[in-house]
């Protein structure tokens, strides 16, 4: 910080100049790089990107119409209708024409990474669901300082940017020990023809004679009454919690709003079920209603932990049965009968207990964002965050 605030004070003590977006980037339409299939798989070479949350939606073996950005020719993609945008400096395809590809243009003395780092700075939320980028995104002024200043802000805040990859590399790494332990410990093995899970002898049962029914809302009963909604979208699948809610009522609930939860209930996600769109529910939403997208599963505590059951959607049984029996190409998904026929192997409750215990503990270290790793992320996001304001904050003078 010091070295900038000096070159700031030597090289332009009266302010800088802010300049519109337009004049410094030039969009390309990705129409030409758009993958044509989505058949992914992790062991193709070419990521297919979205210029969304999710960033790289997974991998395609096409060679045709691949964009060949690199550390020396690297790009913005800019979400045309959210404004979300992520640096990009490897080849790669996109998902759809929903975005710009952003270059600098040749003839400004202003670094690309630069104007990177500046439109995050950028506070706008778009009001309406049209495109951005030509009529009002572009019109957005950032500062320009000189050269030198630039690249000091650049070599900062890469120095951050770099940190939390490391960190989130380091995370991921713990991530794979986690879902390791989790399959091991909810693999249960054939000795002298008994199922034994970590030396206890195991019963198998479809998930749906370990569960308790469930029920739908009646609207017509609760006109006066106001539920949080808990639809797709609500479900964070880095955490599998529920992030956010809508409000709704008899008058506004939509038409696939009709299941009711229960704290401990655990719901899936039926549509696309590879992404294992799940989470318990707690008894922040204990009686609140829940999207029929999702399978509700209501455990039989007789039988089965919540918590026990909850593991079990995670391990790579479970996932390769809603793999096998998902139906649809485009928009596969699976039918709550099929989702409650998997078999699962049902330990004495103590065991189910500890075997929780275990695994929470492991949960925590990897997803819960007080302690451990997560925390450190959280606070390097927050610190890059700061000083990313601070660097782009000038004087304004004259502008363009």
């Not at 249960?188 to 034994?196: A, M, R, T, Y």
């Not at 992030?243 to 008899?250: A, C, D, P, V, Y």
């Not at 696939?256 to 939860?261: D, N």
């Not at 959607?313 to 409650?340: M, W």
Request: aromatic content about 12%; some cysteine; overall charge negative.
């Amino acid at each position: 910080m010091n070295k900038v605030e000096k070159l700031i004070q030597e090289l332009c003590p009266d302010g800088v100049q802010y300049i519109r977006l337009d004049t410094l980037l030039k969009y390309e339409q990705p129409t030409k790089y758009i993958v044509k299939t989505v058949d992914y798989d992790d062991s193709n070479e070419t990521p297919v990107l979205t210029a969304g949350q999710t960033f790289v939606l997974g991998y395609t073996s096409e060679k045709e119409g691949v964009y060949q950005a690199s550390k020396e020719s690297p790009v913005i993609i800019f979400d045309d209708f959210t404004t979300s945008n992520h640096w990009v400096d490897f080849p790669f395809k996109v998902k759809s024409s929903a975005m710009k590809i952003l270059t600098i243009k040749n003839s400004v003395a202003t670094l690309h990474k630069y104007v990177y780092y500046a439109m995050k700075c950028i506070k706008y939320e778009p009001k309406e669901h049209a495109r951005q980028w030509i009529a009002i995104y572009s019109q957005f002024k950032i500062p320009v300082p000189p050269l030198p200043i630039q690249e000091e802000i650049v070599r900062i805040l890469d120095l951050f940017t770099t940190l939390k990859a490391e960190l989130k590399a380091e995370l991921e790494t713990r991530k794979k020990q986690y879902e390791f332990y989790l399959n091991k410990l909810l693999t249960p093995i054939e000795k002298d023809g008994k199922w034994l899970l970590n030396d206890k002898e195991v019963e198998w049962e479809e998930i749906k004679d370990c569960c308790l029914k469930t029920d739908n809302i009646n609207w017509l009963d609760r006109t006066q009454s106001e539920y949080r909604y808990i639809d797709l979208a609500s479900v964070d699948l880095e955490n599998c919690k529920i992030t956010e809610t809508k409000i709704i009522n008899s008058t506004n609930a939509p038409s696939r709003a009709r299941q009711i939860v229960k704290a401990n209930d655990i719901i899936f996600g039926t549509t696309r079920p590879t992404l294992k769109r799940y989470t318990l529910i707690t008894h922040e939403y204990d009686q609140q209603i829940c999207s029929t997208g999702f399978c509700v599963l209501r455990a039989d505590r007789t039988v089965i932990e919540p918590k026990y059951l909850f593991f079990l959607l995670r391990t790579e049984s479970f996932y390769n049965h809603i793999s096998r029996f998902q139906e649809g190409a485009s928009y596969p998904s699976i039918s709550d009968t099929l989702v409650k026929k998997h078999l699962i192997p049902i330990p004495p409750l103590s065991e189910q207990e500890r075997i929780v215990s275990i695994l929470d503990k492991f949960d925590s270290l990897v997803n819960d964002i007080s302690i451990g790793l997560p925390a450190e992320i959280e606070a390097r996001r927050k610190q890059y965050e700061y000083y990313r304001k601070k660097l782009l904050t000038f004087d304004d003078i004259e502008s363009d």
